[in-house]
């Protein structure tokens, strides 16, 4: 958590983890999110379905996405979050990502983020973009509007 | 992979095409369960004091927690059975959501979805389906919006 950190463009953040992904996670993940594909669970439904294996949910990379920048970020307000799953994920994954600063608005003080998410194998899964606002900044609208 | 006939014709007739509107609400038990399982320990995620504390009505949910919304509203499926296809035949190829007011625990949301494009790619081989979803809140006011991705693989026949 960076309470009184002066971003540049540049820096980069990091998922504090790497988040494995069990069979156990993804069949909760699938159960609170009211997702009940069968390929998230059984090698046999993902292989019906042309998959190679049972596959983990692409938006849990987005998710981690998420929660780093909330973490990192805790002074400014998330606007809008975009991820492209570029690779599938699979039980046993583990993830790792990072965050890097793009470009800040010299006036409006607004930062854009690219994300990237990577498997163990180094095989990236997820890019992304994320743009955020400094809460109290004009025209940020602040926690709740 | 999907055998169907698809053409330019039925894409051009679901473009634009809007769902009835559906409405949800948001548990604390599942937000607290979904930041739980994404690792997120944020206490405006779980402790509705430490939330009302920080500004919010109550304890608000994960940034990505407007997917699910959607999902157990059941309208995960609409667009593609449109197409004769179902979700299991399908990659979440893109998301993103363009967020306006919070989402927290108690709110009752009223939700639309669209077909935002339907386009072929990959010489044919692949079918991605654009729908959008927008969420209000109680207040009136625009909650979220969200554009997702859905990818379908092809095998297509003569046409």
Partial sequence: MNLERKWAIGDTVFLAVPELLDSKRIAAFGEVCGDSSPTHLTDAAAHAANYPRAIAHGILGMAFCGRMIEQEFHDYKLLTLQARFVAMTFHGDTLSGFGTIEAIDTETKNMRLSLIVSNQRETIVLRGTATLSELGAKGSGGRQQ | ?159
């Fill in chain 2, 1 to 159: 992979m999907v055998e169907i006939e698809l053409s330019e014709p039925l894409y051009r007739s679901l473009i634009g095409k809007r769902y009835p509107p559906f409405t949800v609400q948001i548990s604390a038990a599942r937000v607290r369960k979904y930041a739980e399982l994404i690792g997120d320990t944020g206490r405006v995620h779980q402790d509705s004091q430490a939330a009302r504390a920080a500004g919010y009505r109550d304890i608000t949910a994960p940034p990505t927690f407007g997917f699910t919304l959607a999902l157990l509203a059941g309208q995960s499926d609409l667009a593609l059975a449109d197409l004769g296809v179902t979700v299991n035949e399908t990659l979440h190829g893109e998301h993103r959501f363009d967020y306006f007011s919070p989402l927290c625990a108690g709110d009752v949301l009223t939700g639309c979805q669209w077909i935002e494009d339907l386009k072929e790619k990959k010489g044919g081989t692949l079918l991605f389906l654009i729908t959008g979803f927008e969420l209000n809140n109680q207040l009136g006011e625009l909650a979220l919006r969200m554009i997702q991705t859905s990818i379908v693989p092809l095998n297509r026949r003569a046409r």
